[in-house]
């Protein structure tokens, strides 16, 4: 398991005591976490690009069809990704079935009207245990 510091450089609390982090690093590691048996990537990849690895803005601005993603090139790694909003029973069936491809957005900020999402089925964060395949939940409890 990676600390925070492992995979974005030096963490230290403010004078508030929260923590923060100096994200230093290679510019691969602010994008992508990669270790034996998962990607993890905020968008996801675009297997059309020569190098999908290294298409650092598909890997914050895409969004993928988990159901129809060529999963060969991840080589047996699962690929965990956010920026789509799902809803939350669909989340939870990919995590039970331990699918290939896992998305953990609910839109955890869209708690108020928004013009695309039904917020009835948003504003829950979603945190996975990779180890364990825990899935835990955190309403938004922040007034934004």
């Known amino acids: 398991m990676y600390s ?11 004078n508030d005591g929260k923590i923060v982090a100096s994200l ?3 510019k691969q590691s602010l994008y992508l976490l990669n270790n034996t048996n998962f990607f993890i990537v905020h968008g996801g990849f675009d297997f059309k690009k020569p190098n999908p690895f290294k298409d650092f803005s598909s890997m914050i601005q895409l969004y993928i069809d988990d159901d129809n993603y060529d999963t060969s090139i991840l080589k047996g790694k699962k690929l965990i990704h956010g920026h789509k909003v799902n809803e939350l029973q669909y989340i939870q069936n990919k995590v039970n ?11 955890c900020a869209y708690i108020k009207k928004h013009k695309i999402y039904d917020t009835s089925k948003t504003g829950i964060l979603c ?18």
């Open 24 to 26: 230093r690093g290679t």
């Open 4 to 14: 925070f510091t492992d995979c974005f450089g030096q963490s230290f609390p403010r």
């Open 97 to 107: 079935e331990k699918s290939q491809v896992i998305p953990l957005d609910n839109g």
């Open 127 to 144: 945190c996975l245990d990779l180890e364990s395949f825990q899935l835990y939940l955190q309403l938004n409890i922040d007034i934004i």
